[in-house]
């Protein structure tokens, strides 16, 4: 009855004190009688044996106690309690090289089995290195008396008779390991709170480890996003088209190497945080919430600012690429214009200073005067191009350099009876868009229409005062060449025509179209139609030369050898004239050269139409493709997601034509054709298509991903899983893959919730989408609905789970210590907890005491960690 009481730990009836037979008997009943009342069935087994001493008997009884109430208890999962019991042993010595334990005989006669247990749980009581597996009686030994002696396990067996026993006898083998087993059941419960820690504690140390990666990523784009900005609302302009086109080819540079790279970060950083907030759902954790201005819709808002700016300063390019075509046209225009003019005035201003009229006989005179009203003519013949060139100077510069030569032609050429062309017009009306030019080098055009207006002036001021002195003494003077005066008049207009000619047959010009070449060669043409009027003129002013010369030899008059009324000789006429007639087919050659420029870049135009216009809408029906694949339900997820990557891959071997359509848009650009009437779409509408489909077809692969492993964590079939689809489906009615608050409610209606319209339904409502919503975006994703409708079924540690884990690894205490956090954790996640355990502050802490409780809440968002 002792015996029982030990083992079972209960409390027999009260035994007989007799030392008679029947009181043997009557205390042998009391013992099978409470044998039989724990279920134990005996047979054969009767008090009067054993109290005769029956050796078998009473063997039988004392093992079949032992059995029950200290094996029969043990189960390593759902084992019986002996194969329960090796199992035990197996696994506790498995890291022991030199022990096999495979029965409870001969696996245990070298001591090293008993001494691995006892090394595994304490390892402080043995020095498990010096054992020898040659010396079992001192294993045997040493593990007996350490068991005995800081286990309180009794020494059941003795060393020399496992030694020395070639089988030793198994049930006395059973009955001592299962006290090592009853003994160290503590320290198990202890290893199984470990090792839940560990779960959680990994789990939570990946998600910071994520978070780190995230803010890290988004802090280099936003950067990189900052950086780039103000390069790209950069317009300080260059003055020449060699480093405008430098700066085109840069920013080309940009679009097609430093970009796409940074498109991917932006794709890869929205998978992260999708990826992220799913695994927090997953494991009970409150949602992840970036730092101030890094959330994803602060990164889609800055990369909406990056591609505006890039948008602007192509748009900046063109034009400042057109404005300095423009100003290297008028400057070299001015340039040649101002140089046939100061060249037609060059010695002008002496010719009008000079004093010959004074000693001049009549006919002198009237010669004189003849001259200068043919010098007049000449003079307002030139009118026009001194107005075209102060007009180009405006042009060029947006304040008008020319004012005293507006000012002189109004108020000196009425006075010499020729037409006012006033240039107001010009000053007027284009003072705006030339402003815009703004031409680099304007001070030096301004200086030298400065130069020519004064010399003009001085000319105009000039030629009145010798018209003056001239008619003082004209009713002194008769006679006149009428003859040669008519020569004088009719060839200054003939040769301002022929220079005006020359000049327009070798002005250069800038065309855009087909239309505009076409226009200059009909211009040109008609041009060439003037020739033989013009030809008759020449030889009219010839034969008016000719009459002169005749009727000097005729009668002998002594003319000096020059026409007095003009220095223009039919020698030079004739030259002009030879000049202006090679003039015209360099003038055809470029006009031909010209329009087969033109129809190679029509030829262009059209290339590039018939592919945008195919690629355009390629890519929208894609990303149609994609919304409708990412709402059916075809197949499992696996066969969704294989689907989708097959799709991918298709759409990344189209990334060819992209390329193709980027190099035929490149030669556009440096053919500088700057328009396109064979397509709608712009490289800039297929670029931004192309990044959308890319960053569409992954995040669609990202979703069914996070949808996988929602499903695998929390055991969801496929059936349930179309469920959930067809609900979702049904009551996205727009089919935009989310569902609005009236949509997301309808559908828990008609799944049974029970939502009214009352102020209760409201909050109950209200509390659901914080659940579905936390970021508070207004719409329901098919992740966040599945979420919600498995997530009471889903096995997740818990706070109150993790607390009572760390609170049996602490040995029922209020805190842990550093020793028991490093003794029963492994080495990195025991560090991890003692750097963010906070003291405990109890009535009981003792010194370096740690406040498991906080730190288990702030675990799941409960407080902060």
Known sequence: MLLLEVISGERLAKPERGKMRVH??????KALDFIASKGVKLVSIGAEEIVDGNVKMTLGMIWTIILRFAIQDISVEETSAKEGLLLWCQRKTAPYKNVNIQNFHISWKDGLGFCALIHRHRPELIDYGKLRKDDPLTNLNTAFDVAEKYLDIPKMLDAEDIVGTARPDEKAIMTYVSSFYHAFSGAQKAETAANRICKVLAVNQENEQLMEDYEKLASDLLEWIRRTIPWLENRAPENTMQAMQQKLEDFRDYRRLHKPPKVQEKCQLEINFNTL???LRLSNRPAFMPSEGKMVSDINNAWGGLEQAEKGYEEWLLNEIRRLERLDHLAEKFRQKASIHESWTDGKEVMLQQKDYEIATLSEI???LKKHEAFESDLAAHQDRVEQIAAIAQELNSLCCCEP???????????LGFRVVTLSYFSRNRRKQWSELDYYDSPSVNARCQKICDQWDNLGALTQK????????????????QLYLEYAKRAAPFNNWMEGAMEDLQDTFIVHTIEEIQGLTTAHEQFKATLPDADKERQAILGIHNEVSKIVQTYHVNMAGTNPYTTITPQEINGKWEHVRQLVPRRDQALMEEHARQQQNERLRKQFGAQANVIGPWIQTKME???????EMHGTLEDQLNHLRQYEKSIVNYKPKIDQLEGDHQQIQEALIFDNKHTNYTMEHIRVGWEQLLTTIARTINEVENQILTRDAKGISQEQMNEFRASFNHFDRDHSGTLGPEEFKACLISLGYDIGNDAQGEAEFARIMSIVDPNRI????FQAFIDFMSRETADTDTADQVMASFKILAGDKNYITVDELRRELPPDQAEYCIAR???????DAVPGALDYMSFSTALYGESDL
């Open 24 to 29: 043997k008997i009557s205390n042998v009943n």
């Open 277 to 279: 907030q799913t695994k």
């Open 366 to 368: 009237k010669a004189l």
């Open 405 to 415: 030569f507006l000012k002189s032609l109004t108020l000196l050429w009425p006075l």
């Open 466 to 481: 010798r018209r003056e002195a001239l008619e003082r003494t004209e009713k002194l003077l008769e006679t006149i060449d």
């Open 625 to 631: 493709e994609i919304g409708r694949i990412s709402i």
């Open 778 to 781: 207004g719409v329901v994703t």
């Open 837 to 843: 355990m906070a003291p405990y502050h109890g009535h």
